[in-house]
């Protein structure tokens, strides 16, 4: 048996005790959201890379495309204004002339005879780029694109070498720019679109990738949980076949070897019986005749007594224990009628409190008598060992589930010990103070196998009222089932 009870709001359940302090470390990604942020970012970058190569591409081909076209037409243009120019022509007969040139929709014209020009209604020769002036002035042809009212133009030059005079064509590229913007935003949301849907491959594919692995710890929760018989199924995958064919090795090896110490503990504990039927049949004898005996044989003969009693009790925890872990452990369920059983069990032990829910008196619940009423009697027996008796037996229907409690006034849990107590031969910090306890250090760990082959669980917290104590729950379902 153990020592109990302590501190703490939340039930833990045979588990690490938490420690106070929080890792300031965020908790890694599974390797599910490994993958799939994999493919997420994958696609994200595809979809970067051909969005940008597209939009250069087009880009380039798009005013490419608008600049030699253009630049033909300028070029057009100012061969026929030249052909049609005399040296004796003035500014005023450059409209007649300039209106028999070729137009197209977006480019405009601008042209310089000597020191005046021929402007446009929209453009003047202080709207054409100096360097592109400059580049003229040496009677060279050349284009730039340039800014003017906020929108990007193309402006042509070209110098009509046999008269001092030069055609401009200004080419509006505002259609080309939208075309673009609305292009980028297509392939922004393409590539939006392509990371969601790498990300759903991604999960598609971990989900698929990773069904081998759920089944292995499947199979590795069974065996936790005492189904030695687990195996894995053929994967249909030479790799994945080795690996489950390894897996089915180890779990056949470990039911092997706890099957064998089930058996070795279950041989000792019968072999013991005989020799310990036959000492306690002299004790008995030595027991009728004490008042015969000296006052130092008086007292080891308690003392034998005490520890022969102990050694009893352990070889049938013992048997208990070897059942359980060869899995012959089974339920004989019947109806049980909470009230009337809890009273029953803890009659002769002394007046304990027993808190019901309200309309209750007939609470009935499915389960094995005698594994229940020892699973109480051995949370009663730790409480009066340990917590000096317990002081109440709370019941509590929680929806499909019965609660319960086992309260005492001792010296409680501690937190780091709530889960160790559980553990087979552990006493806690009680093992420094054992005195005349004649617990066997397996009482707590058959509450535990018993909840177990009930499908409920046990854990120890601190009192709700806030006293010192400790307080055992059992939570069992209300709706065991027969082939448990």
């Known amino acids: 048996m153990t020592g109990e009870a302590g501190t703490g709001d939340e039930p833990s359940e045979f588990s690490v005790p938490v420690l106070d302090h929080e890792d300031p470390r965020p908790a890694p990604l599974g390797l599910r959201a490994r993958i799939s942020l994999s493919f997420a970012v994958g696609g994200l970058l595809v979809s970067v890379v051909l969005a940008g190569a597209t939009l250069v591409l087009t880009r380039r081909q798009l005013i490419d495309s608008r600049e030699n076209a253009a630049a033909a037409v300028a070029v057009s243009n100012a061969t026929r204004l030249s052909n049609q120019l005399t040296h004796d ?89 939208d075309t673009l913007g609305n292009l980028q ?58 690996l489950a064919d390894s897996f089915n090795e180890m779990a056949e090896a470990l039911e ?86 809890l009273s029953a069990t803890t009659r002769g032990i002394g007046p304990i409190p027993l808190h019901m829910p309200p309309h209750s008196e007939n609470l009935m619940i499915r389960a094995d008598k005698r594994r229940l009423a020892r699973l109480i009697s051995n949370l009663l027996d730790n409480a009066d ?11 509590e229907n929680e929806g499909p589930n019965l609660r319960i409690a086992i309260e005492d006034s001792g010296p409680g849990i501690p937190e780091a010990e709530r889960a160790a107590i559980f553990e087979r031969f552990s006493r806690g910090s ?24 009930h499908r409920g669980r046990v854990w120890v917290e601190e009192r709700p009222d806030g006293l010192p104590g400790a307080r055992f ?12």
Do not use: C, M, N
Request: aromatic letters at 4%; proline letters at 4%.
């Open 89 to 177: 022509a003035t500014i005023e007969d450059l409209p007649a002339i300039a209106d028999s040139l070729t137009k197209i929709e977006g480019i405009q014209r601008l042209i310089r005879l000597g020191d005046s020009w021929l402007p446009t209604p929209e453009l003047d020769s202080e709207d054409l780029p100096p360097l592109l002036l400059d580049q003229l002035a040496q009677r060279k042809a050349g284009q730039q694109r340039s800014s003017l009212s906020g929108q990007t133009h193309l402006v042509v030059g070209i110098p009509l070498t046999a008269f001092d005079a030069d055609y401009f064509a200004v080419v509006d590229l505002a259609d080309v720019e």
């Open 185 to 242: 935003i297509v392939l922004f949301g393409a590539s939006i679109f392509a990371t969601l849907i790498a990300a759903v491959f991604g999960a598609w594919v971990s989900q698929r990738t990773l069904r081998p692995l759920r089944r292995v710890r499947s199979a590795a929760e069974a065996i936790a949980g005492g189904r030695l018989d687990t195996r894995l199924e053929p994967q249909s995958d030479p790799d994945l076949d080795r």
């Open 256 to 341: 092997e070897r706890i099957l064998r110490d089930a058996r070795f503990a279950s041989d000792v504990s019968h072999e013991l019986r005989s020799p310990l039927t036959t000492l306690k049949a002299s004790v008995g004898v030595l027991e009728a005749r004490r008042e015969e005996l000296s006052d130092r044989s008086q007292t080891a003969l308690t003392l034998l007594s005490d520890d022969l009693e102990r050694f009893t009790r352990l070889v049938v925890d013992l048997l208990e224990i070897s059942g359980y872990d060869a899995g012959a452990a089974s339920l004989d369920l019947s109806e049980v009628q909470v009230l009337q059983f």
């Open 385 to 395: 060992r340990y917590g000096g008796g317990a002081t109440a037996i709370v019941v």
């Open 430 to 453: 009680a093992g420094g103070r054992r005195g005349g306890d004649s617990g066997t250090g397996l009482g707590l760990s058959l509450v535990i196998e018993d909840a177990r082959l």
């Open 473 to 484: 729950v059992v939570e069992l379902p209300a709706d065991t089932e027969d082939e448990l």
